[in-house]
């Protein structure tokens, strides 16, 4: 591959990326300032999320969220110093993963987009609590059957929604815990495998509405301002960027909306942002696993330890000599 040419999509993965430990890597970084600053402005041992919390605490929404964006704030941070000349075509994120995505070109501070997550994070794990939903995975098939199907269930009455659209062979679902009963059997009659999610919400669907009124009111008192290069949005798929009023509007639009990811990623390498390369920032490598699926002929790297941060300054240092 020769970066020279390379022009990069940076991905910031979502809720569901989080792991005990995350942050250890990171604890004697000068870039762990990022976290003491973010948990000053929210309020919370944000720290205490990276080093020491167990997997049960770190899969409560609004710990998962907060604590995998900071993680992601820092590794960013990281690849800007050690990368200053990043050829940045566009960014994107995962649900999640979009405030990221946000922040890298530069629509967001990011001390304003933690306050955002937190208050994001706290109000969807809330309307989990009133309304008992879960989500699965449709593993096999494709996007549009796997749309059909839950179509074809809300026809019936049945409350199940797609949430994620993955890319080839992968859908996920979210609906209530009845829904998803049913769905998983009428599934299974029409040659999909059904993995279920162990999250108590579910999220990107109608059942999340009581979180957009919380959201918009956060957003109320955030400066947005004009991307410095494109983002590619979860709800459509497409590139916006200069207008801070439609990054609003798309940020409460995505709690309940799919996550439009395998047309998203299409953007990324596609004439509207023309990325050669995709290097996804935050722990894990899922993103770039579904990117392999989606454009197989497209690199994608994951960067998420120091280590791997001097790695890939080092393959772009020496692509300049």
Request: charged share 20%; proline share 6%.
């Amino acid at each position: 591959m020769d970066q020279r040419a390379d022009r990069i999509a940076l991905m910031f993965p979502g809720q569901g990326a989080q792991r005990p430990g995350m942050g250890l890597p990171w604890l004697d970084s000068p870039h762990w300032r990022v976290v003491d600053a973010i948990s000053q402005r929210v309020g919370r041992d944000v720290g205490a999320l990276l080093i020491d919390a167990d997997a049960e605490t770190l899969r409560r929404t609004d710990n998962a969220q907060l604590a995998t964006f900071t993680l992601e704030m820092v590794i960013l941070q990281a690849v800007r110093l050690a990368v200053p000349e990043l050829p940045v075509a566009a960014c994107a994120g995962h649900s999640l993963g979009e405030y990221g995505a946000l922040v890298a070109a530069g629509v967001l501070k990011i001390e304003d987009a933690a306050v955002v997550v937190a208050a994001r994070g706290s109000a969807m794990a809330d309307a989990a609590r009133a309304v008992d939903g879960t989500m699965a995975v449709l593993i096999g098939g494709d996007i549009e059957s796997a749309v059909r199907l839950t179509q074809g269930l809300r026809a019936d009455g049945v409350q199940v929604w797609p949430a994620n659209l993955n890319g080839p062979a992968q859908t996920v679902v979210s609906g209530t815990r009845d829904g998803i009963d049913v769905l998983t059997d009428r599934a299974g009659q029409e040659g999909f495998r059904v993995t279920r999610i162990p999250v108590g919400g579910a999220f990107h669907s109608p059942l999340m509405q009581s979180a957009q009124q919380r959201l918009a009111a956060a957003l109320d008192g955030i400066a947005l301002r004009s991307a410095r290069v494109p983002v590619v949005a979860n709800v459509d798929g497409q590139v916006h960027g200069g207008d801070p009023v439609e990054w609003q509007q798309l940020m409460v639009r995505q709690v309940v909306e799919p996550v439009q990811w395998d047309r998203t990623v299409r953007t990324l390498v596609g004439p509207a942002c023309g990325a050669t390369a995709l290097v996804e920032l935050g722990p894990g490598a899922v993103l770039g696993g579904l990117a392999r699926r989606i454009v197989p002929g497209v690199p994608a790297a994951a960067v998420g330890t120091p280590e791997q941060v001097a790695a890939l300054a080092e393959r772009f240092t020496a692509a300049a000599v």
